[in-house]
């Protein structure tokens, strides 16, 4: 056996809220002007009252409502795969498992998030939503979700991905959306995630029938990523295993990560690793603060690990690992010892994505590559201890419109 799948009636029905495992470590966001504790009064232009409530839920579970669960079925559960094949080639005793969330429509895990996001706007009567991209993988699932439930979706692109990476924009555009370059008031910027989240706040503050969704980094989104780890679990189990020594995800905001990980939080012989791009070392080397989520200062701080509010990464390939900011839970884990973060240069990256693909077949995206190299390093750890360790990690997402960056890597374009 190499692969563990659920029955589709499997669906988790609740999502799993670690807030309470965290105590008072969860510090509120303060209202960018005051600098007061945001109230649900101050985040209702931008989210509806649903999503405002379970940004600040201290319950322990959440019901999944039914439309959402029938959406997230066309694609979940997600197979649990065993890499026996990468454990060869790697000659380690260690056994490696993977969720695959690269089988959803958009290729990677941000729609179970974006599908519950459209839903709770939906039915909140709103008409529009705005929102930035990167490379395009969230404004691509947000495109998605727009569409099964009605929704307009304007997509703010950061600009050199929306001149480099056309490909995402057409599937953004196939999906119904509109995608426009950001920043939009200046055609000669290159753009960051940073400016396009300022464009995308802008446009929804400036619209009673639009508000604005966020991919990450918000407690809600990390909430809806929990069916990650929530069946990973279970199929664990139907693998014959107790539990895995080790859960690791790709860092960027933290919601693939915080999917497959915070399920384990309260099993203290679980480690949880984060694995960052060494070029934007959040968790590694940024300061635990209250920052802002964007360039322009227009979002509520939030106490995080951050570079600085105008900090702006390098141009590596793993578009989704370029924030200057993180998840305030992810932050409270890390800071609290309860989690590991590790950060890697680019080139090490690729190196185990392409040996990745070599032995296990998929070519995998190139945040994905990251936790990909801490599997690697953590197999070779269990060898050269001659422990039987289990290694579980999200397989956040395909490659397969990220070949550009494999064409460097192989032709020694790569800079770090
Ligand atoms: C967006 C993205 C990430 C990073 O975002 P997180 O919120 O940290 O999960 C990782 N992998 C893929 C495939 C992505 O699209």
Redesign the pocket.
Known sequence: MNRWLLPQDRVPEAWYNVTPHLGDALAPPLHPATRQPVGPDDLAPLFPMELIAQEVSTEPWITIPGPIIDVLRLWRPTPLVRARRLEEALDTPARIYFKD??VSPA????PNTAVAQAYYNASGGVQRLATETGAG??GSALSFAGALFGLEVKVYMVRASYLQKPYRRVLMETWGASVVPSPVDEPEHPGSLGTAISDAVRDAASRDDTHYAL???LNH?LLH?TVIGLEAREQLQMAGEERPDVVI?????????G?ISLPFVPDAAVRLLAVEPSSCPTLTKGAFDYDFGDVAGLTPLLAMYTLGHDFVPPAIH?G??RYHGD?PIISALVRSGRMEAVAYPQKDIFEAAVKFARTQGTVC?P??GHAIRAVIDEALVAKEAGEERVILFDY??HGLLDLSAYDDFLNDRLID
Request: hydrophobic share 20%; net charge negative; with cysteine.
């Open positions: 969330e690269s290729g990677s895990h941000k993988q969230w991919g990450s980094v989104v990523q995800g790709c860092c960027g905001g933290g919601s693939n990560l999917g793993a989704g690992l998840s995206a945040e994905t956040s997402g």
